[in-house]
């Protein structure tokens, strides 16, 4: 997904629930940034030490914890505590194994209050497209902005076969040109996995999560409520 066409969706989310935001995946803070609001606590969860500091720096006063939420087990001052939990930003194509999502899904009911909200926002992707795509492994162009520090920036990326042969997976590699480089900053490329609606639901009711809002069809933006608390 380019740019930051989901704060929209995050921002009007954030004002039909209260209480803490607690965001699994949260990268740099770029949603928690956008919903901020004096009032609300939020918390961040992220494996990634450099885009954890960078949310430091914009959000002095969140709780942002280094951690594979894969493996965290929430303190019990977090447990049934928040108003709205996030999993956006195309969190979810990032992992690839079922007993993976049901871990990120069984977090959120865990953190969940009883009126909270858990918040999905991802890409829908067409499994059989991203196979197809991953045949070919030209470059394209995703989005091209300016930037302060590098002038124009170019993001481009390829799809490449899962090495495992899994269906519904591939490995996506990003690379950025930036304004008069010869050669691009070009990233390892990493799995992604399309995960369908129904996948999604079955794993959902398993750990008593219901659906109670869809978005549009193009997208797997979805808020879920606990049937547990
Ligand atoms: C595509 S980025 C989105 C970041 C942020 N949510 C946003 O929308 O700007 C996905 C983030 O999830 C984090 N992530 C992926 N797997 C994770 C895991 N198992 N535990 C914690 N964070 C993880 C990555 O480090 C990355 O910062």
Excluded: K
């Excluded at 909200?117 to 995703?142: C, M, R, V």
Aim: charged share 25%; with cysteine.
């Amino acid at each position: 997904m380019g740019g930051d066409a989901d704060l929209d969706f995050w921002r009007a989310t954030a004002a039909t629930t209260s209480g803490s935001v607690v965001e699994l995946g949260c990268g740099a803070g770029r949603i928690l940034t956008a919903i901020a609001t004096a009032d609300r606590v939020l918390v961040g969860l992220d494996l990634d030490a450099a885009a954890l500091s960078l949310a430091r720096e914009r959000l002095p006063e969140a709780a942002l914890i280094q951690a594979d939420l894969l493996t965290w087990t929430p303190p019990e001052t977090l447990r049934h505590g928040a108003g709205l939990v996030i999993a956006g930003g195309d969190l979810l194509p990032l992992l690839t194994e079922a007993t993976d999502l049901e871990r990120l899904f069984a977090q959120a009911a865990m953190l969940l209050r009883a009126d909270g909200a858990f918040g999905i926002d991802a890409t829908l992707i067409d499994a059989e497209l991203l196979s197809e795509a991953a045949s070919d492994s030209a470059w394209s162009e995703d989005v091209r902005w300016a930037s302060d520090e590098f002038g124009e920036v170019r993001r481009e990326s390829r799809l490449l076969p899962d090495p495992a042969g899994r269906a519904g997976c591939a490995q996506l590699q990003i690379r950025h040109w930036h304004a008069g480089d010869t050669s691009p900053d070009q990233r390892d490329p990493f799995a992604i996995r399309a995960w369908q609606p129904v996948e999604l639901e079955r794993i959902a009711e398993g750990v008593g999560l219901l659906i109670h809002q869809r978005g549009p069809a193009d997208r797997l933006r979805w808020l879920l409520r606990s049937t547990h608390v």
